[in-house]
């Protein structure tokens, strides 16, 4: 039998479950939308296939109602864990007046909500950087204590709002997570074509705090790397920068070739390293794991996505009247 890493970092046998939960529901939720996408059903995907555990790993370190999320669009599985449910990301797919991001106004994949702690995001990518500073400074100001967590992919590392945001809360050591996720592709475009350095996490030295880079296929080593650096965060140290490295699985969205950028050889070469393909086959090593839990758990996720599927197909969508409404002051 393998040895129980996720004890070693702090993890229950039950918390690794519940990853393991958190991630099957978000690439099963995932998986609907294509389908109702491809059937004209919903107008877009943008896809978290093969970034679950990254993402379930880094959202098990922060604390729910407390830590704030800055997320970027391919972020399900991490909103998953901070509450929103499978109906609230079919309402936002099909775009109904009760999707709790937006009240359909945003595309898919822009999350937000104040009862989440998730700040509503935007389309130009990397935006949300400079906002999770700016949360941080503000609670440092308040004497509040939470970490903000912000995630971006590696080609949004690039962009002038990362250097600005990394640069300010470097400065000012405020309690932020700069979590990369390192997916090879900005949309068409291969890593080597990105960055001269070796690594995202090779920035951080720049700004004057910790790079880590790991494995953005093992949950549970993402969770001890952040452990690490929310305890920094909370501990008034300063930020981090986490780079997870994984690997993209489908097309960059739902209307994305993906075919004329990589190679089909490339493309099942990553799959032999699915997250939950990995991930499963750790709980059942360990004996958390059986034939009959899995079934188990694959019918509640199932069940709950068609559930929520259906709702949010026969749910309302906004009325006309209420297309102004928080686009003025009044």
């Not at 981090?240 to 099942?268: F, G, K, W």
């Not at 799959?271 to 990995?278: C, E, G, R």
Request: net charge negative; with cysteine; aromatic share 10%.
């Amino acid at each position: 039998m393998t040895s129980k890493r996720h004890e070693e970092v702090g993890l229950t046998d039950a918390q690794v479950l519940d990853m393991y939960y958190y991630m099957l529901l978000a690439r099963k939720i995932d998986e609907r939308q294509w389908l109702l996408n491809r059937a004209g059903k919903v107008p877009f995907v943008i896809s978290c296939q093969g970034q679950e555990a990254a993402q379930v790993g880094a959202a098990f370190a922060l604390q729910p109602n407390k830590d704030f999320l800055c997320p970027y669009y391919r972020d399900l599985g991490l909103v998953l864990v901070f509450g929103q449910t499978a109906r609230d990301c079919m309402l936002s797919a099909f775009a109904k007046a009760e999707d709790p991001n937006s009240g359909g106004r945003q595309m898919p994949g822009h999350f937000g909500g104040k009862k989440f702690n998730i700040m509503s995001g935007s389309s130009p990518v990397t935006t949300q950087v400079p906002h999770a500073v700016g949360i941080a400074l503000a609670g440092r100001m308040r004497q509040e204590d939470f970490v903000v967590y912000t995630s971006f992919g590696e080609g949004s590392s690039n962009q002038g709002d990362f250097h600005e945001g990394a640069n300010f809360a470097g400065v000012h050591k405020l309690p932020v997570i700069f979590f990369c996720e390192n997916n090879k592709y900005a949309i068409s475009v291969p890593l080597k074509k990105q960055l001269a350095c070796e690594s995202v996490a090779d920035r951080a030295i720049g700004y004057g705090f910790p790079g880590y880079s790991v494995d953005g296929n093992d949950p549970i080593e993402v969770y001890r790397v952040m452990k690490e650096a929310v305890t920094r965060a909370r501990n008034g140290e300063g930020p981090t920068l986490i780079e997870a490295v994984m690997y993209r699985l489908v097309p960059h969205s739902s209307d994305d070739d993906d075919r004329v950028y990589r190679t089909r050889e490339e493309v099942e070469e990553a799959k032999k390293k699915d997250p939950l393909i990995v991930f499963a086959a750790y709980l059942k090593d360990i004996g958390l794991l059986d034939e009959a839990t899995e079934k188990d758990m694959l019918a509640r996720v199932q069940l709950e996505v068609d559930e929520a599927t259906e709702y949010a197909e026969q749910a309302p969508y906004p009325t006309p009247e209420s297309t102004l409404t928080h686009v003025y002051g009044e």
